[in-house]
């Protein structure tokens, strides 16, 4: 039923997945050294908790969650901690590969809370690529009804076969896994959407279904097609809903999982082990053993490629994830993380150079194969003259960077790197702007402070001088005409920005209780000070007023 | 013919445009008294597009007495933290000819750094400080909170034992900005083509 739906653009690209499906899913061997970046993940890097000599196990925690969005990082071999730094954490081997699991819990009994705490002490994140926090992704049902799950399974990148060989060996456990969410978000139905190119995988599901309990589960086969995968694309094809520009899929009742993600959930909860190894797809024309393997994180991608049969001589360049969003590694000593998907040794023939970039021609290519139905050519223009209003207007921030544009374009345009480039350009100017508006508010503050200080000061002397009786002479500077009038309007409009800085407060911590008040907090503040030096200036004013009538 | 009738014509029309005229004269001139604005909006889109360093150099105490300062006509060129690009932006604001940035642009946000051992706590930081972004009391030691500091430089004039350093900040790996490196539209021969890895 499901595929009757469409999104609008899209492209076939060869998908060269054959390279890589063909060959069973094995265990890479065991690294002897482990690099282990903080930031494996959206949100804050992780803070270490282990210092250079500790010796850890496998599943050891090594370094924990700071902060809200961030996720907790464990050792993925057992050894020693040999260099702490801030960025990073390298473990030597011992070559035991002693684990260190977590008791097992049965999710079936177990309440919510136990196992929302498991998923975030095992580290677990979207393993699709985003790497987003699984413990509050499932959180979201605190703010919105979730009806649907999706396991996004279409995988509709060229090359990438690791959902095929995930599904293909543990669809049981990849149900289960989402069984698990369905409880956890209440949801009342799971889909899975499934490219038609993946037959095998397609057959292990259906017979995994009959088992897979208690919310029912609807296996939805759709057409080849690129980016079905995305998110937002892949919700429109199988359930016909729109996700809005700037919501998330949850505010449509909608969570979206991949399978990998849920069959590290259910390692996690079913077993007590945390993340600390993923499939990866190595393929190219590079390695002459290409497949899957479970790999440990942090191994060295030049290890991992040597194991595969790299043959250097040949080997243009390596690109993490798949080649159309993909990004090409600068050095091949870099680890694997919990977002490295596929590796792509090329050779030069397999992705030979772009050709050189001409002027668009406005062929109009662009804007009938992209998914969000986007104007790329004007957004091409746009982010080239840096017009960032018209940028937005365009919904620049929609674009959800597949590539559909620039592997049309004829004039070779690198049309995404553009909109990337523009992207983190009008985020940095936002950044900057709130720390402007964050500094003014901290002057403004502090303004309010001397002034308050100030009229407290002036307060203390008159008093002084009305309790020493002294004559009118001391008196004599303040015989300037007191403004009594000014004053009372000034005293007004302070309570009344008092009042209006409460009220702002009010409703936006009702509104969205996670966001930050410092700044409404500072602006309350501020009036408050401002109300106060009003009020011992009208207090003072007014005791002169009458000292003065009444000589 | 009917020269009477055009008269009485002419004048009821006057009549009618001149009372017109003075009756919406006084509507708007009431309402301008009514609600009238204490604060003028066009300072506040100003002030919005100055970098809130309140670090003076323009020769005003702060960023808003400058943007009324911009207001009343003084010249846009002398902010040295937004740069060239306030200054561009306060032309488009304000439709003025953009200038020249009068005094040197800032090659990299600073942020001030009190090396702690030399400190004598004498507050004078602290007192000269716009944004309260530094910590500290009589007689003990000072220190400055990095999140806060705008890098404006009002605290190293006032240090009786020059103890304070004005250090790059630091951006975090998350701020980064991709460095493109945009070809030239010439002859495509002309370009390299790029060089791989390994």
């Known amino acids: ?551 | 013919m009917n020269s009477s009738i055009d008269l009485i014509g002419v004048l009821s029309a006057v009549a009618v445009l001149t009372g017109l005229g003075i009756g919406f004269g006084a509507l708007l001139g009431v309402v301008s008294e009514r609600f009238k604005r204490e604060d003028n909006p066009l300072v506040e889109q100003i002030d919005a597009l100055l970098p809130q360093t309140q670090c003076g150099q323009c020769g005003y105490p702060g960023c808003r007495p400058y943007a009324e300062a911009i207001n009343q006509g003084d010249a846009l060129n002398k902010c040295p933290p937004g740069g060239e690009a306030t200054i561009h932006a306060l032309a488009d604001l304000l439709g003025r000819e953009a200038e020249p940035l009068d005094g040197e642009a800032q090659s990299e946000t600073k942020v001030a750094f009190i090396r702690e051992a030399e400190c004598i706590g004498c507050t004078k930081c602290i007192q000269a400080c716009p944004v309260d972004a530094i910590i500290g009391a009589a007689k003990l030691m000072h220190t400055v909170i990095e999140d806060e500091c705008t890098g404006c430089d009002l605290c190293l004039d006032p240090c009786p034992v020059d103890c304070i350093d004005m250090l790059p900040r630091s951006a975090p790996l998350t701020q980064w900005q991709p460095v493109v490196a945009r070809a030239s539209n010439m002859i495509a021969s002309d370009r390299q083509p790029a060089s791989g890895v390994a």
Request: aromatic share 4%; charged share 20%.
């Open chain 1, 1 to 551: 039923m499901a595929s009757a739906f469409d999104f609008p653009g899209g492209i076939y690209p060869p998908e060269r997945k054959q390279r890589s499906n063909q060959s069973a899913l094995i265990e890479a061997p065991l690294p002897s050294r482990v690099t282990l970046p903080l930031q494996q993940h959206s949100g804050q890097p992780a803070r270490p908790c282990v210092s250079a000599g500790d010796a850890v196990n496998v599943g050891s925690v090594i370094a924990k969650r700071e902060g809200m969005i961030s996720s907790a990082l464990h050792a993925s071999i057992s050894g020693t901690v040999s260099e702490v730094s801030a960025t990073q954490i390298t473990i030597q081997g011992d070559g035991q590969d002693t684990w260190q699991r977590l008791p097992s819990l049965d999710w079936r009994v177990a309440d919510t809370a136990a196992v929302l705490e498991r998923l975030n002490e095992s580290g677990i994140v979207g393993l699709g690529g985003a790497g987003f926090p699984t413990h509050i992704k499932a959180r979201v049902v605190e703010q919105h009804a979730i009806h649907t799950l999706v396991i996004n399974a279409a995988e509709c990148e060229p090359y990438i076969t690791v959902d095929d060989l995930t599904l293909r060996h543990s669809a049981n456990e990849v149900l289960e896994g989402a069984q698990i969410i369905a409880k956890l978000c209440g949801v009342q139905q799971i889909v899975i959407g499934i490219e038609d190119n993946k037959p095998e995988a397609i057959t292990a599901l259906q017979h995994a279904l009959p088992d897979s309990q208690p919310v029912p589960v609807e296996l939805s086969v759709i057409s080849t097609r690129y980016p079905s995968g995305g998110e937002r694309q892949l919700i429109k094809k199988l359930l016909d809903i729109n996700v809005p520009s700037g919501e998330l899929p949850a505010d449509v009742g909608v969570l979206c999982h991949n399978p990998g993600t849920l069959l590290a959930i259910l390692h996690a909860v079913r077993d007590g082990q945390p993340l600390v190894s993923r499939i990866v797809t190595l393929t190219g024309e590079s390695i002459n053993q290409p497949g899957n393997r479970w790999v440990r994180l942090g191994t060295s991608v030049r290890e991992l490629l040597e194991q595969a049969g790299l043959n250097i001589a040949e080997l243009h360049q390596v690109i993490q994830g798949g080649p159309m969003m993909g990004t090409p590694l600068p050095t091949l000593d870099t680890p694997v993380t919990k977002l490295t998907n596929c590796l792509i040794a090329a050779t030069r023939e397999e992705f030979p150079p772009a050709p050189a970039e001409s002027p668009c021609i406005r062929c109009g290519e662009c804007e009938s194969v992209c998914p969000v139905a986007l104007l790329p050519q004007q957004l091409h223009w746009y982010a080239r003259a840096q017009e960032d209003t018209k940028l937005e207007r365009y919904h620049l921030f929609d674009c959800i960077e597949c590539g559909a544009c620039s592997y049309v374009c004829p004039s070779h345009i690198p049309l995404v790197v553009d909109y990337r480039e523009a992207k983190s350009r009008i985020r940095l100017q936002r950044i900057e702007a709130a720390k402007a508006e964050h500094a003014k508010h901290r002057f403004e503050h502090r303004q309010a402070r001397l002034a308050r200080e100030e009229a407290e000061k002036q307060a203390r002397r008159q008093a002084r001088q009305a309790q020493q009786r002294r004559p009118a002479n001391i008196a004599a500077p303040s015989s300037e005409k007191v403004d009594l009038r000014g004053l009372r309007i000034a005293h007004a409009a302070a309570k009344a920005s008092v009042k209006k800085a409460e009220k702002t407060l009010a409703r936006v911590a009702q509104e969205d209780p996670k966001q930050s008040l410092d700044d409404l907090e500072m602006q309350l503040a501020t009036a408050q000070e401002n109300l106060k030096a009003a009020e011992l200036q009208l207090a003072q004013a007014r005791e002169q007023h009458s000292s003065e009538e009444s000589p």
